[in-house]
């Protein structure tokens, strides 16, 4: 963009998860890459806070007393979910859960939820309360901007050598056989850092495009991972 420069940026700002693992280490990497390179702080955000500060940019006469409830889609049943007040106060902390029909049962008996995210449509095929509500919520730019920008005021920084994304639940995999793997342990070892290279370099490029096009009227480089 005409006008921009890199190294007027003052900060770069991150949405550190939930999510997928693969967009979370990727997102990171690009983040981190361009503190490094740029010499700039890290400001590291949950995404589902930033979710809620968009369904609260959107619905801003929402009652005090109704409870913010953000979903991300985890695949199958489950999701990544927490619940927070109208004031961002953590009402439920950050968490995975697979949905079944007593799910958020105590919440729901005590107020009102106001449910959203990409997660939300398979928990409202399941849930029958009078207390919930649905709408249609996805991450705002002025959301990030503005969560961004407070933490920034406050000098809330991330330390860069110990910032990892905030996975929520531990990565799952399956190794067929423990054996197998040991006599080729140097060769597979190589094939992984020369893979995880070339995706990072190509996300570091495809988010730089992405994210000066995305803030082109703020002092932020900011990178929503999901």
Not at 3 to 19: D, H, N
Not at 123 to 130: D, E, I, P, Y
Not at 147 to 174: G, H, I, W
Request: net charge neutral; proline share 5%.
């Amino acid at each position: 963009i005409p006008g921009i420069f890199l190294k007027e940026i003052e900060v770069v700002a991150l949405t550190s998860g939930p999510g997928s693992y693969t967009g979370l280490r990727g997102g990171m990497a690009s983040a981190k890459g361009l503190c490094y390179a740029l010499k700039k702080p890290l400001i590291t955000i949950g995404t589902l806070e930033v979710l809620t500060v968009s369904a609260l940019q959107l619905f801003p006469e929402t009652p005090d007393a109704v409870l913010f409830c953000p979903m991300i889609d985890a695949r199958r049943m489950e999701i990544f979910t927490a619940i927070y007040q109208k004031d961002l106060a953590v009402f439920r902390p950050p968490s995975a859960l697979i949905l079944d029909e007593f799910s958020f049962e105590k919440e729901l008996d005590l107020k009102k939820i106001m449910f959203f995210g990409s997660g939300s449509d398979k928990w409202k095929l399941v849930c029958k309360h009078t207390n919930a509500g649905f709408e249609n919520v996805s991450i705002l730019p002025g959301a990030m901007s503005k969560c961004s920008d407070r933490l920034f005021l406050e000098n809330k920084f991330t330390e860069l050598a110990y910032s990892q994304p905030m996975y929520v639940k531990e990565f799952q995999t399956v190794i067929k056989s423990q054996q197998s793997l040991l006599p080729n342990k140097r060769y597979n070892l190589n094939i992984y850092l020369i893979a995880y290279s070339i995706i990072g370099i190509f996300v570091l490029f495809k988010h730089c495009s992405i994210i000066l096009n995305f803030y082109p009227y703020d002092d932020f480089v900011s990178i929503t991972c999901a």
